[in-house]
């Protein structure tokens, strides 16, 4: 059997180098399929790379394409690509030469139909829901009546000056304007910065914290609304500790921002409505509410007045009130007299009992503590009076001695401390003679108070006190026997006596009275007897 070579077989066709087949087949496939729409689900999407293209693939149940999007384009697309997402990709088919692949570059992307984005939704608001984003517990009340209203909105659309003039008609307030993109990429990351944004102002700075968020867009189709379907901007909405509105699109639109949000406004001119209420109405209710307070209060007066004026009738007359006050105040002004009495008598006796408790030798000894106390202070004035003498006559000579050297200015000074020293010394004196004076009043005072105490002075008025042998008073008449030697004192001697029957007493010649010592009169030349302690 024989065998052909390849290379010695004739042919005819043109020999092409691996670039040039591949450009042609570049060329071919460019131009043949420059404007393509392709219908597809994106698979492998990890977002955009570092230099800022996006590489992924699209793939049906039998086939699969890969895509790319440049950076340039991004901004133009109204979507974001999602894995798992069905699209309809518009841009042209290329090829690859490096490595004899094909491709699509996408210069428009748009979700497959208002079924797949619905789809979409919902699936993400089942995910959500199964967090707890869309709780009713997580909702706030709206305030009464903020101070600073914060929205998040686009600065050059008619949705802020409808907000702004809603708000000033019904109740001017501070209003707050972050500035963001309402559709387009990036606009759901800014609504959820801004919203982020409100609620990170600190209370008190320089810029007002708000009370109330409003978040509003115009109406327009499933697509222009899609940013607020985005799961960053759920999430903002649901963590924002400051109350939320959303008002995006028109009454017959709705995204998953008015699920998370506090409250939903159906238009954002209802957003301001809900915000503030009307200052009109609330003059115009705290108008009607003053009114009836004050008829209120002048009801309420006359239903006063009328019970106490029934009260009034009601209530006993004076002299009704005051008979029994009197009555008490008669009987007790009739028993006055008699509880002075017993007072009286009640005092003697505790006066009584407290007098037989003193006795001479108790006050004698005070008044020698006292005596003796005054004594040893009169010596230690005396001694601090000569000790002071000294150190001034001292500090005088030795101002003396130094006189003649010192200037005639310092003469001057020196003849007023002699005069203060004059003055100092005359205190001193004056004070002693005070103290002296004061403690020669006490003790006079606590000699009337012992003589008006002494027993002698009742002896005086004919009183005697009869003492035993053994010189002891005898108080009762049970102690004295029969034919027993006592002694009768009076106040100006003594005399002896023996009792006899039935309780006489014989009398004995009394003793005759002691003289009296008369102090010994001091020598000449010796000092005086120094005055001793008074208590």
């Not at 492998?44 to 890969?66: E, T, W």
């Not at 909105?153 to 000056?161: C, K, W």
């Not at 003053?290 to 106490?308: E, F, G, I, K, P």
């Not at 007098?355 to 004698?364: F, K, P």
Request: proline letters at 6%.
């Amino acid at each position: 059997m024989n065998t052909l070579l390849a290379n010695d077989s004739p042919t005819n066709l043109t020999e092409f180098s691996v670039s040039e087949l591949s450009g042609s087949i570049k060329r071919t496939v460019e131009n043949a399929f420059d404007h393509v729409r392709v219908r597809g689900e994106i698979s492998g999407y990890r977002g955009q790379h570092s230099s800022g293209h996006a590489y992924f693939s699209l793939k049906d149940d039998r086939a699969r394409i890969d895509a790319v999007i440049w950076k340039g384009t991004f901004p133009r697309i109204k979507f974001r690509p999602e894995e798992g997402m069905e699209v309809i990709a518009t841009g042209k088919v290329t090829t690859f030469p490096g490595s004899s692949k094909y491709q699509i570059v996408i210069e428009n992307l748009e979700p497959a139909g208002a079924g797949a984005l619905m789809a979409l939704i919902e699936e993400r608001r089942r995910k959500l829901a199964a967090e707890g984003l869309f709780d009713q517990g997580r909702k706030r009340p709206l305030p009464f009546l903020p101070q600073v209203i914060g929205v998040v909105t686009s600065p050059t659309g008619a949705v802020i000056r409808d907000i702004l003039h809603r708000i000033s008609d019904r109740f001017p307030v501070h209003v707050v304007v972050w500035p963001v993109k309402v559709q387009g990429e990036g606009s759901g990351d800014e609504v959820a910065a801004a919203i982020r944004g409100f609620n990170g102002i600190a209370p008190g700075g320089p810029v007002k914290r708000p009370d109330v968020l409003i978040v509003a867009r115009g109406g327009g189709s499933l697509e222009d609304l899609w940013s607020f379907n985005d799961e960053a901007v759920v999430r903002a909405a649901a963590e924002s500790e400051i109350p939320l509105i959303s008002a995006v699109g028109h009454e017959t639109d709705w995204t998953l921002i008015d699920h998370a949000a506090d409250v939903r406004a159906p238009t954002p001119t209802g957003a301001a409505e809900m915000a503030v209420p009307v200052k009109a109405d609330l003059d115009a209710q705290i108008a009607n509410l003053t009114a009836r307070l004050r008829n209120c209060t002048s009801r309420h007066m006359d239903h006063r007045r009328q019970s106490v004026r029934a009260l009034v009738r009601a209530l006993p007359s004076l002299d009704q009130l005051l008979a029994l006050p009197r009555r008490r105040f008669d009987e007790a002004a009739a028993g006055l007299g008699r509880g002075l009495e017993r007072t009286t008598v009640v005092k003697r006796r505790s006066f009584e009992r407290a007098s037989s408790g003193l006795r001479l030798e108790l006050l004698t000894n005070r008044l020698a503590q006292q005596r003796q106390l005054l004594a040893d202070r009169i010596m230690r004035s005396e001694r601090c009076l000569e000790r002071q003498l000294l150190r001034e006559h001292n500090r005088v000579a030795k101002a003396g001695a130094s006189l003649s050297a010192l200037p005639a200015r310092l003469i001057g000074q020196l003849q007023r401390e002699r005069q203060h020293l004059a003055s100092l010394s005359r205190h001193a004196d004056t004070a002693v003679s005070h103290a002296l004076a004061r403690s020669r009043a006490a003790i006079a005072a606590q000699d009337r108070v012992l003589q008006s105490l002494s027993y002698t002075n009742v002896m005086k008025r004919g009183f005697a006190v009869i003492r035993d042998e053994n010189d002891r008073p005898l108080t009762r008449a049970a102690d004295v026997g029969l034919g027993r030697a006592v002694s009768l004192q009076f106040a100006d001697g003594r005399i002896a006596a023996v009792t006899g029957e039935s309780g006489e007493i014989a009398d004995r010649p009394a003793a005759p009275p002691q003289p009296k010592k008369r102090p010994a009169k001091p020598e000449p030349g010796s000092d005086p007897p120094k005055q001793g302690s008074l208590f």
